[in-house]
């Protein structure tokens, strides 16, 4: 039926009717679909969570016996997103999980694009090499696996070590840019000693002819120790922004933005009795409480709020573009991951305070 500009087809089975005419050419009416494409704000389909590290971590545990760190590759316990479950996602964009590796146990060797953090939650002394520079690790280290580098875990210590990991596996694949490589032996050769790189790079200098070889930082491991001295200091020289109290970024030395590419990390302090002041953002947020203890309290869609308890070792998760504030039952420190690097770079980014 030819149509004059103006008329609208009134009949709804003329437009069912039409539907099915350009099915079979694999076609479809965006008129059906606009608002969900391009809705006026963000709609994240994950949820706010807590993972009670004290409830999970027998699980962490029991999965040292099951099966070798060989076998596994990596012996993982993935936190997904109750609103997400299946999908291997933490956020609605990033991937996350618990790691453990026992005494005497190597995680072989293996390269691939996707990068990768470890922030250190449990136990002391085991290592990680990262293209032929070894760290050994303490909880609340933030480890950096850059994209396409060799890496092997190790643990030489008499206890068993956890970690949390975070990927950038979703926005990999959303490029179809997967790849990966296993080293031909458990451990790729260690070349340089260990501390090497933060003392080229982690005293505000570098090497006069150093060039670039990752988007990444080169500093690969920032100290719990130094982050942690950091926002004290800030606490002892001023009063908290009303939104963020005494929050710093982790930074990559050669031009001052996010050490990681697609994965931005934070850490801040929050003094007790401090609450902060709403605020939401475009990127999911990811928080690991490593000191103190208090609640988030995140507002849903729907005006509904829901109430995030942490204590240390807790993992909790705060979706995209819902506001919340945090409330500190004592003096705190949160250390804090998002899709907020890589948002940026596309010019994507967004926050609006209350």
């Known amino acids: 039926m030819e149509m004059n500009s103006g008329e609208v087809v009134r009949n709804a089975q003329e437009r069912k009717d039409f539907y099915a005419k350009i099915d079979p050419h694999n076609l479809a009416p965006l008129w059906e679909v606009l608002k969900g494409l391009i809705p006026s704000e963000p709609k994240p389909k994950a949820a706010p969570h807590v993972w009670d590290y004290q409830q999970v971590r027998k699980f962490v545990h029991e999965s040292g016996g099951l099966l070798t760190a060989k076998e596994a590759e990596r012996r993982v316990l993935v936190l997904e997103n109750p609103a997400l479950r299946g999908q ?15 005494p005497g146990e190597v995680a072989p060797a293996h390269r691939h694009t996707q990068s990768a953090l470890r922030f250190i939650i449990e136990g002391k002394g085991a290592y990680t090499a990262v293209h032929g520079e070894k760290t050994l690790m303490s ?18 210590s008499p206890d068993p070590m956890v970690w949390l990991d975070v990927l950038d596996i979703n926005i990999v694949a959303l490029f179809h840019g997967q790849f990966r490589e296993e080293w031909e032996e458990e451990r790729f050769p260690v070349s ?22 990752s988007a990444a930082s080169p500093i690969f491991n920032y100290p719990y120790e130094r982050s942690r001295e950091a926002m004290y200091r800030m606490h002892r020289a001023g009063d908290p922004d009303p939104h963020f109290g005494h929050k710093l970024r982790y930074i990559n030395p050669v031009h001052g933005g996010w050490a990681m590419p697609t994965i931005a990390t934070t850490m801040q302090m929050l003094p007790k009795g401090f609450n902060t002041q709403p605020v939401q953002s475009t990127d999911g947020l990811g928080f690991v ?9 995140v507002t849903l869609p ?19 573009w819902l506001k919340h504030t945090h409330h500190a039952a004592q003096d705190s420190v949160l250390f804090g991951f998002s899709d907020r690097s890589a948002q940026e770079k596309l010019g994507l980014f967004r926050e609006k305070k209350h």
């Open 139 to 156: 909880p609340g280290d933030f480890v950096i696996t850059p994209a396409w580098t060799w890496h092997d875990h190790g643990n030489d």
């Open 289 to 297: 409480c490593t000191e103190g203890g208090g609640e988030t309290r």
């Open 88 to 102: 291997s996602l933490i956020t609605d964009v990033l991937y996350g999980g618990l790691q453990i590796i026992m």
């Open 192 to 213: 340089r000693p260990e501390g090497d790189a933060l003392a080229r790079y982690g005293a505000s200098m570098m090497p006069i002819e150093y060039k670039p070889t």
């Open 302 to 320: 729907d005006g509904k709020e829901v109430t995030l308890p942490w204590k240390p070792q807790d993992v909790f998760i705060v979706p995209g």
